[in-house]
């Protein structure tokens, strides 16, 4: 086993997180969950517009042929 993880006093034993590590965090959770959630919204707005302008789309200057070309034949 490693032994540099049971000198941490930031894990326990069972490599749960110890009470050090969660007053050390704490400062950062209000900051970090607001990041994350103006993120998480950054992206879900990123998907829905790209979706939105793909989904406009109805391919009218598309030329579409009325029948498949024929098959050349080869000379032999």
């Known amino acids: 086993m490693p032994a540099g ?3 941490s006093t930031y894990y326990g034993k069972d ?4 009470a050090a590590l969660l007053r ?11 990041t994350g959630i103006a ?3 950054f992206c879900i707005g990123v998907y829905s517009f790209t979706i ?3 989904g406009q789309e109805d391919f009218s200057d598309v030329v ?4 498949p070309a024929a098959p ?3 000379a032999k």
């Open 15 to 18: 490599y749960r997180a110890g």
């Open 64 to 67: 579409v042929p009325d029948a």
């Open 72 to 74: 050349k034949q080869e």
């Open 5 to 7: 993880i049971f000198n």
């Open 39 to 41: 993120l998480f919204s």
């Open 24 to 34: 050390a965090r704490r400062p950062y959770l209000f900051r970090n969950t607001l």
């Open 52 to 54: 939105r302008a793909v």
